[in-house]
């Protein structure tokens, strides 16, 4: 029987007039349009405990990436992993940072609305973003796959009607070089509009090694482009290609001394922190790309939406496991992933007090890895295992609202349902030559669920907004690759109570919300 875990957890956001958010005139508090439930809304009338940063706030919060992005957004962790350039997120506890191949993350990913099934496929920068979007709790009905803990939707800049362009470049210590490009504008001709940014960072790394290649090194860059075709006034169609390379050295370091006989020999280990003597060196390559196309097709009485998304990802890392000058312990591994997506959505358009939305979604993976670890010491062994996993799931989903306040009532009332049907094949193996060991299995399993949500808004006064709702999200089951080992679905049940309020003449905005987590 899993076990279940209860939590609760309040939450609150204020937001003050400050100078990126001033009208010329006069000091207020600019409108934040989110497209969260898959409309662009206020952020304050939709019933989610969401925080959202336009491109402007984000360079001016100086959020380059995940890591920055959690000082800014409550109830939001990001945790990297010491011995690897992959960071997993939790929001309100809820996450997973578990290093093994095969476990599927609690809290969703979305580039331009595609969903990114690998921690490791995460593209390591936000730069040149048009807005993020992090959604707190469950997101079962329109995200649905492995939205436990919520989303985190990136929408990247899009191309513009003008033409426009920016060059930076940084310098620090450390050998810190960073350089930065946007470019942007009409192509051929208006109705063919192109986007390109490239970002590259680098340094000499934070840690010292005394008998190698230095340690907590950044050296990676990416580049996107876009290109965005209005076929008509009704049909637009956007390409996204989108490149990242990491070759940053990792920092793993022994805090105690080493004492231990198989260090007879070794160089004494440093007290510095930021100093290492190993001999073993440390090396990444992990490449990803990412291609999508997204089609807008206004039919009048809805809108639809078509979004097809391709990720391919390869990630080869070796690290010292004993962190010393002696040759004792090293392990390597590699991962490469293919990814598809396909969604659908049916918007239904108009100002009418019936709102609702209709979609299927598709999801596709092949995951093949393997892992090496070797002991030198005298009662030392080698370890190898790994495999491949392939996973499916397929998705449909229906979300309608209806605002009272068209009637004089100052109420909306909004459910939604998603079904989701998850499966999944391995075949994996582990093999240990000095126990005599070798291993090799295959197995395979599906897992179906249920979830949704419901909401009641109260909208007290024009800048009140009270609400109460239920949510669920689902995570489906798997397999541990390489370590013969399944794992369950994971269901969190979500209680939430809010308020989006604005006062001062709409210089203050204060948002609040208190949840319970049945998990």
Known sequence: ?????????????????????????EARIEETIVTAEKRSASVQ????????????ELAMRGVDDLQDLQFNVPNLVISPNAQSPVEYAYIRGVGTDQPVAGFDPGVAYHVDGVYIGQPSSIPGDLFDMERVEVLR??????????TTGG?????TAAPTDAFEGMLDAMAGNYGRQQFRAVFSGPLASDAVRGRVSFVADRND???????????????????????????????????????????GAQSQKRKEPFTQPVYAGARPNPSDPRKVAKDFPGKLELENDLFSARLSWDLGFAELLASTGYVDNHWNQQTDIDTSSNDIQYQLWNMDTEQFTQEVQLISQGDGPLQWIVGAFYFDEDLETEYFFQDRSAFGFRFNNGGELESSSFAVFAQVGYDFRSSGMPFRIIGGLRRTKDE?????????????????????NSWEETTG??????????????????????????????????????????????AKTQFWDNRAQVNVAAVYNNY
């Open 205 to 247: 790394g934070y840690q010292d090694n005394s008998v190698g290649d230095n340690g907590d090194v950044i050296d990676h860059w990416s580049a996107r482009g876009k290109l965005a075709f209005t076929l008509s006034d009704d049909l637009d169609i956007t390409l996204l290609m989108q490149r990242f390379v990491n070759e």
């Open 1 to 25: 029987m899993p076990a279940r875990k209860r939590d609760f957890l309040l939450g609150a956001m204020l937001v003050a007039a400050s100078a990126p958010s001033l009208h010329a005139a």
């Open 424 to 444: 999944k094949e391995i075949d994996e193996f582990q093999i240990i030559p000095e126990f005599a060991l070798s291993l090799a299995a295959e197995d395979d």
């Open 151 to 155: 989303s985190i939707n990136v929408i």
């Open 453 to 498: 949500k419901l909401e009641f808004d109260w909208f007290a006064t024009d800048d009140i907004m009270l609400y109460v709702s239920f949510s669920r999200g689902y995570k489906g089951g798997g397999f541990s690759i390489g370590q013969f080992d399944t794992y369950d679905p994971e269901i969190v049940d979500a209680y939430e109570v809010g």
């Open 45 to 56: 009338e939709t019933a989610i405990a969401i925080t959202a940063f336009g491109g402007e």
């Open 137 to 146: 709790g469950p997101q079962g009905t329109l995200y649905g796959k492995n």
